[in-house]
């Protein structure tokens, strides 16, 4: 079965940066879409930004500009850059993979915390 493990989360001041890393397992077809997803306390899920296989991007309003996603087909692993962080930027960020001939694939989330 396709795992997800993400890291690189933790502490950052505001205007830092802050690079999430997120490794598929057990990767037999390959995986289509890929994306990452964050949820703050007494908030709704939200799509953060999403790459499809060929490299096209979608990024949520709130990180247009200031956020970058990125993915290394060959060992199946989506980035997130966060370049300037804000503290409304805090929450627990999820991966989500879409495997060929499976149903999509959650990570187990990982803090990033912004604060001075």
């Known amino acids: 079965q396709v795992q997800l493990v993400e890291s690189g989360g933790g502490y950052v001041q505001p205007g830092g940066s802050l690079r999430l890393s997120c490794a598929a397992s057990?990767?037999?077809?390959?995986?289509?879409?890929m994306a990452w997803y964050r949820q703050a306390p007494g908030k709704e899920r939200e799509l953060v930004a999403s790459?499809?296989?060929?490299?096209?991007?979608k990024y949520a309003d709130s990180v247009k500009g200031r956020f970058t996603i990125s993915r290394d087909n060959a060992k199946n692993t989506v980035f997130l850059q966060m370049n300037s962080p804000a503290p409304e930027d805090t929450a627990v960020y999820y991966c989500?993979?879409?495997?060929?001939?499976?149903?999509?694939?959650w990570g187990q989330g990982t803090q990033v915390t912004v604060s001075s």
């Open positions: 057990g990767v037999v077809f390959g995986i289509n879409a």
């Open positions: 790459i499809t296989r060929d490299g096209s991007t």
């Open positions: 989500n993979a879409n495997p060929r001939f499976s149903a999509n694939v």
